[in-house]
């Protein structure tokens, strides 16, 4: 059996005032394109498929479309459930009627996880579907007070459905978690205050393959058989790096699996350039990257004036500037509010001068009398 694994959408996601939408169609194209490429038996969502619990309309839009040419279009069986950025109700809605269209969506958790079932020419794998739960809610809809972590609410389900799995048939579990030992970035939101909210790869045990959601960096977690798909798009610099794709996973008639990835190509990327203003300007890219969203990382040790308006002309999506500051002099020491409003005006612009300019380029005498000669200037026009 081959399915396809993917997770995170984020649907709706803005990032520094821009709207993604566009570029979240673009990637979902592509993903429709691989799918009739690669003829899957079934295609797995897990979780986070919206960015927020209200989502705007045309991301509720975009998904519509999207799974309407997955499973009624292409009749690829749809495994979907609920992540932590979602709203359980507003993803479980009408999902009791949709089996017979080919979409198997899960929104709120339950004590007892049903399984839906696809067969292949070796016979049928059962799908269980386990949306996000916190603590809070497993230990009420477990009627269990002693939960208290995200590891303990997974283990006493896992444990509560390990007694009526088909254990002689092939399992593949969908579920939304942080599981120990992945590797994290910064634009997933934390599952817990104050801990990790990590759970053990060793609930997972039962498996023939579980794929997860959550981490926006796609990886295993020991091998192939407990998987992340990572996230459709890069959702913030800190994923720069990362190459996103989606897993396409190949069950054996034993249930061992074979997991290949197919990168995913943004239309606008994500990046980071790190240089001075004036060669960031002189150098410019391809025309197919100027497109791209950026963050400018600026090495100037002056002050500069209107960098962002100018990055901009080559740059017309770039979406941060930041200041590396090494080469300031950081050496002079900082002076309190108290004794800056005892100092004459040009001394308290000479100390910002130090401040802002490397030790070899010194306020001179010259430099001193120019900036005196403007204060007058500007005294007078205030009187």
Known sequence: MKIIHTADWHLGKVLFKNKLIEDQRFLLEQLISLIDEEKPDAMIIAGDVYDRTVPPSEAVSLLDWTLK??????????????????????????????????????????????????????????FYLMPFVDPAFAKMILQKEAIHS??????????????????????????????QGGAVSDSERPLSVGGSGAVSPAHFSDFDYTALGHLHRPQRINDARINYSGSLMKYSFSEATHQKSVSVVVMDKDGAVTLKRRDLKPDRDLRIVEDTLE????????????????????TDDRAMMNPLERLREIYPNIMKIERNRS????????????????????????????????????????LRKAVEKIFLEIQKDDD
């Open 69 to 126: 040419e997955i499973a009624l279009v292409r009749e690829v069986p749809v495994f979907m459930i609920a992540g932590n950025h979602d709203s359980p109700e507003r993803v479980d809605f009408a999902s009791s009627f949709m089996h017979e269209k080919n979409l198997f969506i899960k929104g709120l958790p339950s004590p007892d996880i049903q399984s839906f079932m696809l067969k292949d020419e070796w016979g049928p794998v059962d």
């Open 150 to 179: 995200h590891d303990e609410a997974v283990g006493e389900i896992m444990k509560r459905l390990s007694g009526k799995m088909k254990k002689d048939r092939r399992n593949v579990l969908v579920t939304h978690a942080f599981v």
């Open 279 to 298: 060669n960031i300007l002189s150098n410019s890219p391809e025309e197919d990257k100027k497109k791209d969203y950026i963050l400018a990382r600026l």
């Open 327 to 366: 080469g300031i002099n950081e050496n002079r020491q900082s002076l309190s509010i108290q004794e800056k409003e005892k100092m004459k005006d040009i001394d308290l612009f000479e100390s910002f001068f130090k401040q802002i300019n490397p030790e070899d380029r010194p306020f001179d005498e010259d």
